[in-house]
């Protein structure tokens, strides 16, 4: 794995707790963490925490880290989910040491719970789950033990073959752990740790028809791999004690840890596989890998880098506490990148005819493609007799302060001269259809061709510019926590527009898919990857130059 750069090394309470584990021999000095994804969904952002994580303590610490797929739900997973989920951890800049499957260890799995059966540790219950419920009890109701708790471990190995074997129905019996049926964390109460599932599995195929329960499989799995260092969300917390209990009682060999950090909440989006998938299927967006989606595909689509994803990773932090991240900060992180990188070129979103009277012969001006990065160049665009700028830069009649085009005044053209309205052209309705202006060439200094300064400068593009498809890409949800039953009720009308005359300069009619520019004055937009053609592009708004919803 590559070497952290001395902004991406990671200093947060895990990394302390791993440098105390080290200093104390714990392990053996070993790092070894997992990123374990169940593969029912596409990866989303939320997900990038846990990778960036997972990843980054391992190369910080010269550790190891696995990608294992906990695939012990068979009815919600599918093999598209594995292989999109491998594809967005390598193009997030990650590599994994050994690429594991829960199901590779069904095996091992069931002859751990045998032996917990044979030690007293576990028992089939053949209550239906309504009964099992309302013997388990709740905060207030204290848990009792069913009329099969205390069943010869014998019965209840046979039983459990029998469950494997087929010959027990969906629902008539599971195995439990036997722990505490008053326990005050219900997560002890006798926890199920397999149940009854006749569904095809995407990679054991019709070989189990018994399946072990994520918090039964997911310690044992750590176990299996020597993972030191088990890393979850919060939620889990209340969980750890039965982690510890099966890696206690069935006493693996390695004895890894859980430690819990904050989920990353966002605000504007919803972050949920299960609400993702409802988006898609509802038709609200246009597939997992929507612009406006929050998944690693969306996002790299949208025009989203690697690396201002792992910068937004760094940046917000691990900690303890659950908290809001507000989605100006992940804008800010792509701003931030692209600044830094994207080449400059022009773009009229919204084009309004200019003709220059005067302009003897097509010009070529020379442009630069990144004021802080001499070396990407320069590059020619060529100023024609009728060049095109956005209709947002004129107006017939000023308000106060603006210093674009106006009848009769002067405004710098980037990097071609000054040009003056003269007149103004309109169509039957009044609306303005072209301006004439002249054109005057290039001055040094600050004077312009009046001798007066010239405060404005706009953009503009050749006259013979194709029309080029942009699409300006907004946050899919107009409220900051998009929840409750009717949480698709804040979905965010303007969250896409689509302009379809825009005009950009000619020479990106080369642009390959996934080139990202900043437009100047305008934003940042990369050439979509799917619904570009050869030599046309598509272009998508990844974010605005300015962040637009701070003052909303
Ligand atoms: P979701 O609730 O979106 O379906 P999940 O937790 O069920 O997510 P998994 O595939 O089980 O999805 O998650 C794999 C790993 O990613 C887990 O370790 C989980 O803790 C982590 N993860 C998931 N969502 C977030 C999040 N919002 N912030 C940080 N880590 C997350
Ligand atoms: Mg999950």
Redesign the pocket.
């Known amino acids: 794995m590559s070497e952290p750069t001395a902004t991406e090394a990671l200093s947060n309470f895990i990394a302390d707790r791993i440098t105390d584990d080290r200093s104390q021999g714990k392990h053996g000095g070993r790092v070894v963490t997992r ?7 596409y ?9 960036c ?2 990843f980054g303590l391992a190369r910080d610490f010269g550790g190891r880290c696995n990608l294992r797929f ?1 695939d012990t739900n068979p009815s919600t997973e599918d093999i598209e989910y594995v292989d999109a989920i491998q594809e967005d951890i390598r193009w997030l800049g990650f590599n994994w040491d050994e690429l594991h499957f829960a199901s590779d260890y069904f095996e091992q799995l069931y002859e751990w719970a045998q032996k917990l059966i044979r030690s007293g540790h576990a028992y089939v219950d053949e209550s239906s789950a309504e009964e099992i419920a309302a013997y388990r009890g709740d905060f207030r109701t204290p848990g009792r033990p069913t009329p099969y708790r205390d069943r010869p471990a014998a019965e209840s190995l046979a039983l459990f073959e029998k469950m494997r074997a087929g010959e027990i129905d969906e629902g008539k019996a599971v195995l439990r752990a036997k722990i505490d049926t008053n326990h005050p964390n219900m997560n002890l109460r006798d926890p199920v740790i397999y149940r009854i599932k006749k569904a095809h599995h995407h990679r054991t195929g019709d070989k189990w028809c018994i399946y072990p329960m994520y918090d039964y499989a997911h310690p044992l799995s750590d176990a299996v791999e020597a993972i030191t260092h088990s ?3 919060l939620e ?1 917390e209340d969980h750890r004690p039965f982690y510890d209990w099966c890696i206690n009682t069935v006493d693996t060999p390695a004895k890894p840890n859980q430690i819990e ?5 966002l605000n504007y989006t919803v ?6 998938l409802q988006l898609v299927n509802e038709k609200l967006v246009d597939g997992w890998h929507d612009p406006r989606m929050l998944t690693i595909r969306g996002l790299r689509r949208r025009g989203y880098t690697p690396a201002s994803i792992r910068a937004f990773a760094h940046q917000i932090g691990v900690n303890r506490t659950n908290s809001w991240i507000d989605m100006g900060v992940l804008e800010n992180a792509v701003r931030e990148d692209l600044n830094a990188s994207a080449p400059r070129a022009m773009a009229v979103l919204r084009p309004l005819k200019v003709t220059l009277t005067n302009l003897p012969e097509e010009r070529a001006c020379s442009l630069s493609n990144h004021p802080q990065k001499p070396e990407l160049g320069h590059r020619e665009v060529r100023l024609t007799r009728q060049i095109f700028i956005d209709r947002e830069d004129f107006e017939e009649v000023p308000p106060k302060g603006f210093f674009r085009l106006v009848p009769g005044g002067w405004v710098r053209l980037r990097g071609a001269g000054f040009i003056k309205c003269d007149s103004v052209e309109k169509d039957a309705s009044g609306n303005v259809t072209g301006v004439s202006c002249t054109w005057h060439a290039p001055i040094e200094g600050n004077e312009g061709p009046g001798g007066g300064k010239v405060k404005g400068t706009i953009h503009w593009v050749p006259g013979d510019s194709p029309a080029a498809t942009v699409r300006l890409y907004d946050r899919l949800f107009s409220v900051e926590h998009p929840d409750g039953d009717d949480w698709k009720a804040h979905l965010n009308p303007n969250s896409r527009e689509i302009l379809v005359d825009a005009r950009v300069e000619p020479s990106l009619a080369h642009a390959k898919s996934g080139d990202t520019f900043q437009f100047e004055r305008t934003g940042y937009f990369c050439a979509d990857s799917i619904d570009s053609t050869p030599g046309k592009p598509i272009w998508n708004r990844v974010v605005t130059l300015k962040d637009s919803w701070a003052k909303r």
């Open positions: 990123f374990p994804p169940e593969p029912n969904g990866l989303h952002i939320g997900h990038a925490k846990s990778i994580l997972n906990d890393i979850c969300t889990f950090f904050a989920r990353l909440n972050m949920s596989k299960r609400k993702l």
